[in-house]
């Protein structure tokens, strides 16, 4: 049972413009999401958080939203970077134990 | 600072072998998991641990066993390999879940 999904596997953006990654979840208990990079061969880092009693957190040329009734969010990176090229995982948590984390997107930056 | 360090970075075992994965943390975080990672899967959870003598199951926890002894370390045991468990392990701290958790850079194993 994925609690946390992201369904789209991959997406390529051009540079300079605004890449939007989402991911959807099902845990309504669901107190905080975080999102993580991943370049190859290196472990997660992390990104930018959310607690679920907001609906909006940004951190320089990253925002991530928060839809609660939707149970959905997404991270926008604006403007995208060569640099931005990475897999890019959500994640969520709750009683400030255990994270869960969605399979992955990959985002392609094209110069 | 070290960060998250976790031993060997690579290993083959062959299926029925045991070991353990090392993994430490120098930062006095409280919270620490096993994540493996698997094509198409993401990043799932092993097994997690909220402070020293306090272990937990996540949601792939068959076939492998920790321990909390102290708060730096957290070892995961693989207690007879299967071909199934070939996989990338990352461990992980943080001083609380609702935040940044630090990875370590990862051992990739492969059960043959």
């Known amino acids: 049972d994925q609690q946390v999904k992201q369904n789209s596997p991959s997406l390529s953006v051009q540079e300079g413009r605004i890449s939007i990654l989402n991911c959807d979840y099902t845990?309504?208990?669901?107190?905080?999401f975080l999102w993580y990079k991943k370049y190859p061969a290196e472990g997660p880092t992390f990104l930018i958080s959310?607690?679920?009693?907001?609906d909006k957190n940004e951190d320089g040329r990253f925002t991530v939203f928060l839809n609660k009734s939707a149970k959905h969010l997404s991270l926008h990176i604006v403007p995208s970077q060569p640099g931005d090229s990475a897999v890019y995982f959500c994640?969520?948590?709750?009683?400030?134990?255990?994270?869960?984390f969605g399979q992955g997107t990959r985002l392609t930056i094209n110069p | 600072n070290a960060g998250v360090t976790q031993t060997p970075k690579f290993q083959v075992l062959k299926t029925g072998q045991s070991m353990t994965l090392q993994c430490a943390q120098d930062?006095?975080?409280?919270?620490m998991s096993w994540y493996r990672q698997d094509p198409g899967m993401g990043l799932r959870l092993i097994h997690y641990?909220?402070?020293?003598?306090?272990?937990d199951q996540g949601e792939v926890p068959n076939g492998y066993n920790v321990s909390r002894s102290t708060t730096e370390d957290f070892p995961l045991r693989l207690l007879s390999a299967a071909p199934s468990q070939t996989s990338v392990y990352f461990c992980?701290?943080?001083?609380?879940?609702?935040?940044?958790?630090?990875f370590g850079s990862g051992t990739r194993l492969t059960v043959v």
């Open positions: 992980a701290s943080s001083y609380s879940a609702g935040h940044g958790y630090t």
């Open positions: 845990n309504s208990m669901f107190d905080y």
């Open positions: 959310i607690s679920s009693i907001k």
């Open positions: 994640a969520a948590s709750w009683g400030a134990q255990k994270l869960v």
């Open positions: 930062m006095n975080h409280e919270y």
């Open positions: 641990s909220v402070g020293a003598g306090i272990t």
